[in-house]
């Protein structure tokens, strides 16, 4: 029996002596969106942001529920375990803080010598990356762009358009993330809107 890709209609035949297993998870790759009973999701909104965005009055001038990602992820392994990979996918609204775009929280892995890839599927935006010595960069993302996260560095999203940006990662099981040492010290730059256009502006 030949095999090809294309042979959506493939079913066991009598004489098939392996087992046939369909895919447990489906990405949408206009969207991004994943399906499949094992997706897992999380929101983060406004009230979960306390003290990522630099503009704090602002941040509390609006609607506490107001969504600012979600993000659904297949974890095929358990979370820690060495060896497996992660899949996720990222959907950050389009919005404001004060001059600030809706952006992620933003993280190092736990175990720093892990990397990650993401790649955009729709809208557009900017991956943040800050290494250890908090030397910060920013590349831009748009649908199809494809970024490596170099291990021991801290990364962050954020959305510079008025739609969704979408993007999908994959990730080490063990990488794990360490939100608090960005909740202590920060990136040491933002994506702010100056003059109409976004900059990454460096922290005083
Ligand atoms: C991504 C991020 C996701 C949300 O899957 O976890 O985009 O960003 P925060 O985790 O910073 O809130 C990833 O980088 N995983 O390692
Ligand atoms: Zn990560």
Redesign the pocket.
Known sequence: MSINSSDSNLKPSGNCTVPMRTAQIMVDFRTGELSGERVQRIT?RIKDLKGSFGDEKARQSLDPEMVV?R?E?FSPVSVGEEGGL?W?A?FIEPGMVGNEYFM????F?AERRRA?F?MAVAGGGALILMDESRRTSFEVMHPGSLHY?PAHTA???ANTTGSVLA?M?C?PSD?G?D?ESIAAEGFAARLLKVSGAPALVAEP
């Open positions: 983060r990602y993000v992820t992660f996720g990222t992620t929280k933003g993280h892995h990650e993401y996260i990364h962050r999203v993007f990662a990730w990488a993330h939100y």
